[in-house]
Nanobody, 127 residues
Framework: QVQLVESGGGLVQAGDSLRLSCAAS??????????MGWFRQAPGKEREFVAA????????YYADSVKGRFTISRDNAKNTVYLQMNSLKPEDTAVYYC??????????????????WGQGTQVTVSS
């Protein structure tokens, strides 16, 4: 079993920054072996891909809507993946979810490519 716990969400104004964290744990789980991703879901919308990172952190991927504003990173010594969000916009308002891939590399951007999910953290951006 794998547990993913997100933190760092909140209410901010447009143009502000937030950093989300996702702490991973599990009795037989080795965080550094797996790619990780961030997704988000706004009210009334489907869950969508935000960013992903390979197991070493050498490869990162972003949705076009956040490219240049968001940065995904990981600290394998701390079993944690981060999402630095700058220049936030009202349309970034959503519940943000951390997800674990069953692979060491990022295969795709579909939520079906990920096998464990956190409970989510709310990000609200006011205009």
């Amino acid at each position: 079993q794998v547990q993913l716990v997100e933190s760092g969400g909140g209410l901010v104004q447009a143009g502000d920054s937030l950093r989300l964290s996702c702490a991973a744990s599990g009795r037989t789980f080795t965080f550094s072996r797996y790619a990780m991703g961030w997704f988000r879901q706004a009210p009334g919308k489907e869950r969508e891909f935000v960013a992903a990172i390979s197991r070493s952190g050498s490869s990162t991927y972003y949705a076009d809507s956040v490219k240049g504003r968001f940065t995904i990173s990981r600290d394998n010594a701390k079993n944690t993946v981060y999402l630095q969000m700058n220049s936030l916009k009202p349309e970034d308002t959503a519940v943000y979810y951390c997800a674990k891939s069953p692979r060491s590399y990022v295969l795709g951007y579909a939520s079906s490519e990920y096998d464990y999910w956190g409970q989510g953290t709310q990000v609200t951006v006011s205009s």
